[in-house]
């Protein structure tokens, strides 16, 4: 799956975790499908922060964070 239909499918099961109608036994399954993919999810976003900090790398290999939350105009 890609990154965006595993953030698909988490935003999925938090609505159901959040229904009432949802018993004990579907909202463990529920549960442990949303742990497996926070992880899966978690990994990706790392990767990617890497990638972003490999790019914007100065020309003496220090490295600049960049706030991603902070919208610059391109």
Sequence with gaps: MSFESDLKRMEEITDLLKNEDTGLEESIK???????????LT????????????VTADDEMEMETVDMDEEEPF
């Design 43 to 54: 990994k990706t976003l790392t990767e990617i922060q890497r990638k972003v900090e490999r």
């Design 30 to 40: 529920l549960y442990e499908e949303a742990s497996t993919l926070g992880k899966k």
